[in-house]
């Protein structure tokens, strides 16, 4: 069978996280201290930026990574997206109830 997907796949088994990011979904590892590790070493190796092939950006998609095991890094993902999306809506002329 060409072209499943994972709800077709094993009832039982969990959900696949994603990083949604500029539009692109992104898949993460099934396993947390993975997850961790990723997230950890994006971080810890975007502070040196500065240096040739590691970047600054390697920073915010560290915490991106940790915010789905961590919940204060979580809690400020989502209010950095609330804050972001409520200056798109004023730039816009929209007014900022969603209407």
Same mark, same amino acid.
């Given at each position: 069978?060409?072209g499943t997907t994972e709800k077709d796949g094993d009832r039982n088994s969990l959900p696949r ?7 692109? =979904? /992104? ?12 997230? =950890? $070493?994006?971080?810890?190796?975007? /502070?040196?930026?500065? $240096? ?5 950006? /390697?920073?915010?998609?560290? $915490?991106?990574v940790l915010s789905h095991d961590l919940a204060w890094v979580r809690r400020r993902r989502r ?21």
């Amino acid at each position: 069978m060409t072209g499943t997907t994972e709800k077709d796949g094993d009832r039982n088994s969990l959900p696949r996280r994603r990083i949604r990011l500029f539009g692109r =979904t /992104m898949p993460l590892p099934h396993s947390r201290p993975v997850r961790m590790t990723i997230g =950890t $070493l994006l971080v810890v190796f975007g /502070m040196f930026g500065f $240096l040739p092939v590691l970047g600054f950006w /390697m920073v915010p998609l560290g $915490l991106l990574v940790l915010s789905h095991d961590l919940a204060w890094v979580r809690r400020r993902r989502r209010r950095l997206e609330v804050w972001w999306e409520k200056r798109r809506r004023r730039r816009n002329g929209a007014n900022g109830n969603g209407r």
